[in-house]
């Protein structure tokens, strides 16, 4: 993507993600400031992440990714997409930088069989509404999985579950006043 890069990664230890992007926004921004003799940030804000239910949603959000070039309009196939790891999972392409997840290996009895299975994947859009869930969780931070996985994921965080809703809740109708029950004069502060 022209404006920002998606990772999905399998952490070896707590913090990992964090830590990596920290050290990688460190060393890039120096690089780039340097090459480009600019000064200043180079990210517009700070990374967001989401930790996925690995069991039912790591391909689905696998999908996400290397669909997103092909959703943008920059490419009609994901394998066309230069940054995509769809060459290493789909066509075999080899990539030292990229270790395939146990869910991938598990596609298919061998390599043939795994890649077979990983393009079928892509035979069919990911509907609108795993897209906006996808979308919804990374942009609020909330886990990806279902409804129990989530609550399961805040609560051992200590964290609220958020809805997606931003700003109070709704009030309940039997608490919402109507003209007849305000106050006269309540504009007038009484004066």
Known sequence: MTNHVHLLLTP???GAPSRLMQSLGRRYVQYANRFYRRTGSLWEGRYKSSVVQAESYLLACQRYIELNPVRAGMVADPA??????????????????????????????????RRAAYRKLFRTELDAEAVDDIRKALQLGMPS????????????????????????????????ETPAQTHVGQGDFGF
């Open 12 to 14: 070896a230890e707590t």
């Open 145 to 176: 999985g279902s409804e129990r996985f989530a609550e399961a994921i805040c609560t051992w965080l200590g964290i609220r579950h958020n809805s997606g809703r931003r700003g109070r809740p709704p009030m309940p109708a039997e608490m919402v």
């Open 80 to 113: 066309q997409y230069r940054w995509s790891s769809y060459r290493a999972n789909g066509l075999g392409q080899m990539n030292g930088r990229l270790t395939p997840h146990v869910l991938y290996r598990q596609l298919g009895s061998d390599d043939e069989e």
